[in-house]
């Protein structure tokens, strides 16, 4: 009896757990993407009609602006965030006085939801109340910075904040692979007369590129899945300007009564996460079998 239960113990305890991911997840999953073939609307309709919603999907031209957006913010958000990161954790890596404090002052917006950054940013951007009033308050009465309500340019505020929260997160990953590049090899490059910039470039950060990667796919995920920052930030406006695919799928399932064409979406979206995380696992497993 008692090596019964030293040998299944672990398996009943457990079974809850992947019960409920099974059903909650992939159950889920596979509800909307049954959903994406029908023409359900406020409720669930059983009628099959094949890729009727993918077609709206991509005919609809809100959804061609939120993929415009996705691709804009991705692009940014991953480069920006990328260059700042590596530049912070070059900076902490020089043994630098107080690096504890900085490196917290660094990670801290990391610890603040999505929903408290919007919002704050939103502040911090509004002409009203923000930068444009502080700056002109000293004088510069000529002086804008509307992006916040231009609607070229709203997509762009969401990129300021998702890099101000995230940077810090890229500078940790970096620093810690940083802090894991044998000594040796710097120390050899030194007595061959390689300047600091020179170590950096051809020692160094080549031998960082699976941080590079694992940096990316966190903040490809991170950009596709964005939701509470852009609603919290400019709400999709002005108009449907800054809407992302996830803005887009939360406003037709919910707000429009069209869960046909939200479910579609959302396995659009979701597509998009696997083309990122599939070749990152292929990759992890080939390099642990290797």
Same mark, same amino acid.
């Given at each position: ?166 940077? @810090?997160?890229?500078? =940790?990953?970096?620093?810690?692979? &940083?802090? %894991? #590049?044998?000594?040796? /090899? *710097? ?72 869960? @046909?064409?939200?479910? =579609?979406?959302?396995?659009?979206? &979701?597509? %998009? #996460?696997?083309?990122? /995380? *599939? ?12």
């Amino acid at each position: 009896m008692f090596k019964y239960l030293e040998t299944h113990l672990p398996k009943l305890v457990l079974a809850p757990t992947v019960i409920a991911m099974l059903v909650c997840m992939y159950g889920f999953i596979a509800w909307t993407a049954g959903l994406s073939f029908t023409k359900s609307r406020m409720l669930p309709q059983w009628e099959f009609v094949g890729l009727d919603q993918y077609a709206r999907l991509f005919s609809n031209p809100r959804w061609q602006v939120a993929l415009d957006n996705l691709f804009i913010f991705v692009f940014l958000f991953i480069l920006v965030s990328l260059v700042l990161g590596l530049l912070l954790a070059i900076f902490l890596d020089q043994k630098v006085r107080a690096e504890g404090a900085l490196r917290t002052i660094y990670l801290y917006p990391m610890a603040i939801s999505f929903v408290v950054t919007g919002t704050a940013w939103k502040w911090i951007l509004n002409p009203g109340l923000g930068i444009e009033k502080l700056v002109r308050d000293f004088g510069f009465t000529d002086f804008e910075f509307r992006w916040l309500v231009e609607q070229d340019m709203a997509i762009y505020t969401i990129v300021i904040a998702a890099v101000w929260q995230s940077s @810090g997160f890229v500078m =940790a990953m970096f620093l810690a692979g &940083l802090r %894991g #590049v044998d000594d040796n /090899l *710097v120390k050899a490059a030194q007595i061959d007369g390689a300047s600091k910039i020179q170590t950096y470039w051809h020692i160094i950060l080549p031998m960082m590129k699976p941080v590079f990667f694992g940096a990316i796919v966190v903040l490809a995920h991170i950009a596709i899945k964005s939701f509470d920052l852009v609603q919290a930030l400019t709400g999709g406006g002005p108009g449907y300007a800054s809407d992302l695919p996830a803005n887009f799928m939360y406003t037709f399932a919910f707000s429009r009564a069209q869960m @046909g064409l939200g479910a =579609a979406s959302a396995m659009i979206m &979701l597509c %998009g #996460v696997l083309a990122i /995380l *599939v070749p990152y696992l292929y990759s992890e497993l080939r390099t642990k079998r290797s």
